[in-house]
């Protein structure tokens, strides 16, 4: 289970962004073991029959589940004995970063603290909880702005002083190499989200982050487990994923919005990092996703 068909996926969540909320009925299952940095809240109705796959923890779901995942664990639904015809998923990803630290050290969040430290190994919440809570789920999209942000902020707190929330997985498989906590790896990302719509290179971001070429390059990959260009390549793929699902330009306009050089580069490297091509990636969001 643990071998080369996890996917790591790059949600089409940017840096502006204060979460993604996408809701879609659909017939099965279909996407890979994975994992990614963001948190994710997971409201699954009308699936009774499914497999559930947490870290190390696997098990048949109900028909109404709500599962909350931390930053990097490997999770997955899969479709299993489940014969719904229309199975209801509600997913809600926003950054690790969303609440401060320090905010987090607040009396008033000491829950919020504890649940995101639990979820590190998946929280699958009570029945009771998912029939009171999941209204406000299924309406979230509905709000805007800045409503909808108090309104995520306390379904989280809501979830966080529930009763009988389960931690799935014995062991935590969160991906420590992602877990880099530095002022210069933060400096040149802030300047790689920035410009990754136009060619950059290395020494322009090792100046940035005030080292030299090779002494950078060594760096960002111990602290990232990527190179410099896979990790600009992916903030691109971030941003066009997100381009892809939410506007009507072509495949080509976008390659080239999110700074790669050609369409055939672009297909390339998407096709390897998300397991599908740019189009398949688009038709296979039927549902609706928007960003807050």
């Known amino acids: ?5 996890i996917v790591r996926e790059i949600t089409p969540l940017t840096q502006s962004d204060c979460f993604t909320i996408f809701s879609r009925t659909k017939k099965e299952f279909d996407f890979p073991l994975h994992y990614h940095e963001e948190y994710e809240l ?27 995942i931390g930053p990097n664990l490997y999770h997955a639904w899969f479709t299993h004995q489940c014969k719904s015809e229309e199975i209801l998923e ?16 607040r009396n008033q969040l000491n829950f919020i603290s504890n649940m995101f430290e639990r979820s590190q190994k998946g ?31 306390s379904i989280l707190h809501d979830l966080s002083i529930s009763r009988n929330m389960r931690t799935l997985s014995n062991s935590s498989f969160n991906n ?85 050089n050609n369409i055939s580069n672009f297909n390339r490297i998407f096709k390897k990092k998300k397991n599908c091509t740019p189009k398949e990636f688009r038709d296979s969001f039927s549902g609706t996703r928007s960003f807050i």
Do not use: W
């Open 1 to 5: 289970m643990m071998g080369n068909n």
């Open 42 to 68: 997971n409201l699954i109705l009308h699936a009774k029959g499914a497999k559930r796959i947490v870290g190390d923890h696997i098990d048949t779901i109900e028909d109404a589940e709500l599962v909350f």
């Open 90 to 105: 509600i997913t809600i990803q926003f950054h690790k970063d969303l609440f401060d630290e320090r905010l987090l050290k």
């Open 123 to 153: 929280i699958l919440f009570s029945a009771e909880t998912i029939e009171r809570l999941s209204p406000r789920l299924l309406s979230l999209s509905q709000k805007k702005g800045f409503d909808s942000v108090l309104e995520l902020f």
């Open 176 to 260: 420590e190499q992602f877990n880099y906590n530095s002022r210069r790896i933060e400096k040149a990302f802030d300047y790689m989200n920035a410009n990754y719509n136009r060619g950059i290179s290395l020494e322009e971001v090792a100046k940035v982050a005030s080292m030299p070429e090779v002494s950078f390059s060594r760096f960002i990959k111990k602290r990232t487990g990527s190179t410099f260009i896979d990790s600009l390549n992916e903030i691109r793929l971030g941003h066009a994923t997100k381009l892809l699902i939410s506007s009507t330009q072509t495949i080509a306009e976008i390659a080239y919005k999110c700074g790669f």
